[in-house]
């Protein structure tokens, strides 16, 4: 079956422009996460979303938001982009969250460059 | 807070050697632990896990055992392939168990 995609792949924007970040979750999982990923603080979890509802959330500013939709479909935004939020951005997906299923399935992730 | 570190590497073997990745933890609670990997060009999958203390989770011929004493669960295995060469990351659970803190990754590059 088709695994997490995540688009775009890549993206370039400029410091205070807004970003909004796919993820097509495996069928039949409701269950999506945001991870940011960087060189120096590596995998940091952002928030995740259960039914359409935000269930957890990590220690980010209120900059970065996401959403979902009844199709179990996820996307995040930042906005007004600093420098530092250059990273990989992984969405994750699982059928009823990691505590029930002990287990993340993972996209490849977007890139995103912030000049 | 909850913690992971693990040996950042990068660890270059040659095929059939015997691979440690160490990873010890801080935590309160009993988190469940986890190894996932990223082979190149690919998307983080799970390797292994253990849920409580004295766990031993394997996979691939991948070995991790949960050592609460030690607060530790390295990864092991007996004779790595080339086709081991990926990215390995440490893993326990936070937040109610429904997030992920992760170690920075330990990247291994195999040789034949």
């Known amino acids: 079956k088709a695994g997490v995609t995540q688009t775009p792949r890549y993206l370039i924007k400029t410091r205070g422009q807004q970003v909004t970040l796919s993820c097509s979750p495996i069928?039949?999982?409701?269950?999506v996460s945001w991870y940011q990923q960087t060189p120096g603080q590596g995998l940091q979890f952002l928030f995740e979303?259960?039914?359409?509802?935000?269930?957890n959330k990590g220690n980010f500013p209120g900059r970065f938001s996401g959403r979902q939709f009844s199709n179990s479909r996820s996307e995040m935004n930042v906005s007004t982009l600093e420098l530092g939020d250059s990273a990989l951005y992984l969405c994750?997906?699982?059928?009823?969250?990691?505590?029930?299923?002990?287990?993340?399935?993972f996209g490849e992730g977007s890139r995103l460059t912030v000049l | 807070g909850n913690s992971v570190t693990q040996m950042e590497g990068p660890v270059t073997l040659s095929e059939e050697a015997f691979l440690t990745i160490n990873c010890t933890y801080t935590?309160?609670?009993?988190?469940?632990l986890f190894w996932y990997v990223q082979y190149p060009g690919e998307g983080l999958q799970l390797l292994l896990k253990?849920?409580?203390?004295?766990d031993k989770g394997s996979n691939k011929g991948f070995e991790a055992t949960y050592r609460k004493e030690t607060t530790s669960f390295h990864l092991e295995k007996g004779s790595v392939q080339v086709s081991d060469s990926a990215v390995y990351f440490c893993?326990?659970?936070?937040?109610?168990?429904?997030?992920?803190?992760f170690g920075k990754g330990t990247t291994l590059s195999v040789s034949s």
């Open positions: 069928s039949g999982h409701r269950s």
């Open positions: 253990a849920t409580k203390a004295d």
């Open positions: 935590a309160t609670g009993y988190p469940s």
């Open positions: 994750a997906s699982s059928l009823e969250g990691l505590a029930a299923t002990g287990e993340l399935f």
């Open positions: 979303y259960f039914s359409e509802t935000q269930r």
């Open positions: 893993a326990l659970t936070h937040q109610a168990g429904t997030a992920l803190i």
